[in-house]
C-alpha cells in the first residue's frame, strides 16, 4: 500500500488579546489547517522544514514561529488511481503576528477565528481533534 506523510500548522496570532486560528478553504471546498507532502521540494526536507515551508507557500505568512513542545498526528485512508493510500500527517502549532494572508493556487479562502468558530468551520474530525489540543496546550501553557 502507497504511504505519503505530511506536515502541516496550526497557526494562530493574538487579535486584541485574543487567539484566532487560521484556516484555509482548499479547492475541494474543506477547511483545515496549512499542510503539504514532506520533501515535496527537497528529499532531505525535516519534518519542520515541511512545515515552516509550507505556511509559507500556502499563505504567504514568512515570520511564523514554531511553538516547542507541540506535535500532533492524524492518519487516514484515501484513494488515488484507484489504489488505496496511507496517509499520516504531522500537526506542529506556530504563531505569526502577521494578518495577511496570500493564498496559493490551491485554495479558495482563509478566514482567521476564535477557538469555538473554528472547531465550527473546520471540515473533518481530524482538523477539529487537533485544532482542540493545541487549544488546550496554549490554555496548559498560559498563552490565552
Do not use: C
Not at 526536507?45 to 515541511?50: Q, R, Y
Not at 471540515?123 to 498563552?143: M, P, Q, S, W, Y
Request: glycine share 6%; proline share 2%.
Amino acid at each position: 500500500m502507497p504511504q505519503e506523510r505530511s506536515a502541516g500548522a496550526v497557526v494562530f496570532r493574538r487579535e486584541k488579546g485574543k487567539i484566532v486560528y487560521l484556516l484555509l478553504q482548499y479547492e475541494k471546498g474543506h477547511w483545515e489547517f496549512p499542510r503539504g507532502l514532506i520533501g515535496d521540494t527537497n528529499k532531505d526536507e525535516s519534518e519542520t522544514d515541511a512545515v515552516m515551508r509550507e505556511i509559507q507557500e500556502e499563505t504567504g505568512i514568512t515570520d511564523a514561529k514554531l511553538i516547542d513542545g507541540f506535535r500532533e498526528t492524524s492518519a487516514w485512508f484515501f484513494k488515488r488511481d484507484s489504489k488505496v493510500v496511507h496517509k499520516e500527517a504531522a500537526y506542529h502549532l506556530a504563531e505569526t503576528s502577521q494578518e495577511k494572508v496570500t493564498l496559493s493556487a490551491e485554495h479558495k479562502d482563509f478566514a482567521w477565528l476564535p477557538f469555538e468558530a473554528a472547531i465550527e468551520k473546520a471540515t473533518f474530525k481530524n482538523a477539529k481533534d487537533i485544532l482542540r489540543k493545541a487549544d488546550a496546550f496554549l490554555r496548559e501553557h498560559g498563552v490565552q
